[in-house]
């Protein structure tokens, strides 16, 4: 299950030679593995590389039939384990997740996996989640690449170079024995286009054509010791200069020329559109990108190819790097190599762009425009371009001006979503125990860092709110409560947190949430989940895992039964049992709840058959106003509207259409004690006779009773 189905796209992966594929760019990526020869595939789910796995999991039939294996890791380091393949075997191997945190998790297999290197072709295709769009902490994947020795591939935007650098990825990979990263950006990930397809590959050596004998011991391929000492001279002396010969000889990076010789930009690639687009707004480039300012646009972000840097520079009186975020790796080495060399070109970057933060179009516009005139090249009118930089931004003041009364609009939890219910109860439970530390987590319940829960003290990865609180439990009077979801469960939570705690004798309170799937990114299968990508359940507990771990407290709530959970978490809160207490609260992912209803439904309207759907409503007579029932629950579909009563002014509280009836309104309004103004309503499609019957018969006695009431 995914959030959204590419089976229909994939069949484009059926594409030969010669047809024209037109996609995007996550697609384009999937049919280069497959034109590569993969014989293994793999990674782990997150944004803005989600879609590569939901992908490969659409293409399985595709790839069985190349004999390519298709692993749906249970996190990064697996993933990157996993390319421990192509360290023996001349098999071509491909993993994915999301960076900076999953290329954290996968960083002890890849130091592992780039210090012996590789035979066949790795590559890791890292989703670079980077700018105002971003989930996660701002950091790059550079370092990693520098640190490893592994080479980092960032293509230009376009379909066609992002097809050619897999390819060429694989054949660098195998040329320099490094495992390769591929980075794409969140733009270069739903770019679309087109490239002229080729025929898919199946590796010598795969699932269908499997070797007759493993490996012959070798230990030299292993990263120990004294093993690893060689390997960090070969990393330097051998593998760096041969992957600066594959990228030198097969022009991975690309030159544009331009007519201003005496200035130039360097760019990294996944940057490229952004400057040429910026380059056409200051009317320095058409608006196919056929710029007046040379461009040297490194698609091989790392290593730099330094004989490249040299022959770009010599003769520019200037040089502006383009490269987010900070350190700037590339600029201090291109500023080392022209030292060497003895080239006195200027090189501007972070001070003509800003240290920190994405270089949206605005950005990208004032930085080349602070180039221009800090160069001031020989050719054009550089206050000019300045001024029409001006003039470009000049309307961003008024524009933020007239939107300064909007409302922000935080993310949340979708409407109905089962995980709302438990901070509704935690909220209800701290007025009476007090306020406690919250330590959270990755994943949707994070909602509730936002009003109108306000909580989490902190989040320090996925999987990772149990073994945040470690210390915090023998420091602060009152129990931490630990919140995680199923994902982030089995992700790292389960030894991170849970036999860490165990190990420890620690106290504390520990919620997870089993909505069973991996929600945040898309609603994946994961080990408890009811079923697999197979059909079949994966037969692993959340439960009997923790029971068998040593859990002894550990209760169950359904998360709508508010008063239930309110109760269970003063009694984990109080109980002078010591130990780790979980509390394991079930409902499932609305958003695929609501997918997997909805077609039933329609199936079932479909043959005329009953279909039942619950509403809930807000009696807006009774209701008083006071909108204790938002503050509880932060439903999207519970809002407000004008009173009907012209002697009350404030706005009644109103269920609207979106409303999927999970019930948590009644639920907050009956475990908080609040008006008793909500009501359940059925709505009846294909209503059968005694449906119709009922209803007559509620029509009558309510006819019966209106005009009593009129009367009275
Ligand atoms: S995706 Fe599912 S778990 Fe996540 S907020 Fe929506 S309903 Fe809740
Ligand atoms: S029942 Fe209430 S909380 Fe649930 S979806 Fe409807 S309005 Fe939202």
Redesign the pocket.
């Known amino acids: 299950m995914a959030e959204r189905s590419f089976a229909k796209e994939v069949e484009a992966l059926k594409l030969g030679d010669g047809e024209i594929f037109r996609g995007e760019g996550i697609l384009a990526v999937t049919k280069a593995l497959l034109q590569s020869g993969v014989a293994y595939v793999g990674g782990y789910q997150g944004a803005p590389v989600s879609h590569l796995i939901d992908v490969l999991v659409d293409a399985e039939d595709i790839m069985g039939e190349l004999g390519v294996h298709l692993e749906t890791c249970t996190n990064e380091a697996s993933a990157a384990a996993m390319l421990g393949a192509s360290i023996h075997y001349p098999l071509r191997g491909a993993v994915t997740w999301k960076s900076i945190v999953g290329t954290n998790v996968a960083a002890d297999a890849l130091s592992n996996l780039a210090s012996p290197g590789v035979m066949g072709g790795a590559m890791i295709i890292i989703g670079e989640d980077y700018g105002e769009g971003a989930s996660i902490i701002q950091e790059r994947s550079y370092a990693y690449a520098l640190k490893c020795s592994m080479w980092l591939l960032d293509p230009r935007p376009d379909l066609p170079t992002i097809v050619r650098m897999v390819e060429k990825g694989f054949e660098l990979s195998e040329a320099s024995h490094a495992p390769v990263m591929l980075e794409l950006r969140i733009r270069a990930c739903h770019v679309t286009g087109a490239f002229t397809a080729k025929n898919n590959r199946a590796s010598a050596q795969s699932g269908l054509t499997p070797a007759e004998t493993p490996a012959n011991f070798d230990y030299g391929r292993l990263s120990h010791p004294p093993s690893t000492f060689l390997h960090e001279k070969l990393k330097v002396e051998e593998r760096l200069p041969a992957a600066q010969a594959f990228a030198r000889e097969h022009k991975l990076n690309e030159f544009f020329e331009g007519d201003l010789k005496d200035i130039g930009i360097i760019v990294l690639g996944g940057l490229y559109n952004t400057v040429s687009r910026a380059l056409a707004r200051l009317g320095l480039a058409d608006a196919f990108g056929n710029a007046r300012v040379p461009i040297y646009c490194l698609n091989l972000a790392y290593p730099l190819i330094p004989d490249e840097v040299k022959s770009f520079c010599l003769g520019k009186k200037h040089v502006l790097i383009v490269e987010e975020g900070s350190p700037e790796f590339v600029e201090q080495a291109i500023s080392t190599e022209l030292r060497r060399a003895d080239i006195q070109t200027r090189i501007h970057g972070k001070g003509a762009l800003p240290k920190a933060g994405e270089y949206t179009g605005e950005v990208m516009l004032r930085g080349i425009a602070n180039f221009i005139r800090d160069a001031s090249p020989a050719g054009i009118d550089a206050p000019a371009i300045v001024a029409k930089a001006d003039t470009l931004l000049g309307h961003k003041p008024a524009a933020a001006k007239s939107l300064a009364d909007l409302p922000p609009r935080p993310p949340n939890f979708c ?2 979503c089962p995980e ?2 438990v901070f509704a109860a935690l909220k209800l439970t701290q007025r009476e125990i007090g306020r406690t530390h919250i330590s959270t987590d990755i994943g949707c319940h994070s909602f509730a860092t936002f009003a109108p829960f306000s909580m989490g003290n902190s989040i320090l990865g996925y999987g990772m709110s149990l073994a945040a609180a470690a210390a915090v439990t023998p420091n602060v009077k009152s129990r931490p409560i630990s919140v995680m979801g199923d994902g982030g469960f089995w992700h790292n939570g389960l030894i991170t947190g849970v036999a860490s705690n165990l190990f420890n004798k620690n106290d504390g309170v520990l919620i997870v949430m089993a909505n069973g799937y991996t929600s945040a990114t898309g609603q994946q299968y994961m080990p408890s989940s009811a079923t697999s990508r197979q059909g079949t359940a994966p037969g692993m507990e959340i439960e009997s895992t923790l029971r068998s771990f040593g859990v002894k407290w550990l209760r169950k709530v359904r998360t709508y039964h508010v008063a239930e959970m309110v109760k269970t978490l003063k009694e984990a809160m109080k109980t002078p049992i010591e130990g780790l207490k979980v509390i394991i609260a079930e409902g499932e992912c ?1 958003l695929a709840r609501q997918r997997r209803v909805r077609a039933e439904d329609a199936v079932k309207l479909k043959a005329g058959e009953r279909v039942v759907r ?3 409503g807000v009696d807006d007579e009774i209701c008083t106003g006071d909108h204790s029932c938002i503050r509880l ?1 932060g ?4 809002t407000v509207k004008p009173s009907p009563d012209p002697l009350r002014t404030d706005p009644v509280a109103a ?2 259409e ?9 639920e ?1 309004a009956h475990a908080a004690v609040l008006c008793p103004s ?1 009501y359940r309503a059925e709505l009846i499609q294909n209503a059968n006779a005694w449906d119709r019957f009922l209803h007559r018969l509620r029509q009558t006695v309510i006819g019966w009773l209106a005009p009593k009431q009129v009367a009275a």
């Open positions: 409407t109905g709302r219910p609305q619950t509403k809930f629950s439903c999207p579909s519970l269920v609207i979106s409303c999927v009836g999970c019930g948590l309104c009644g907050v909500f």
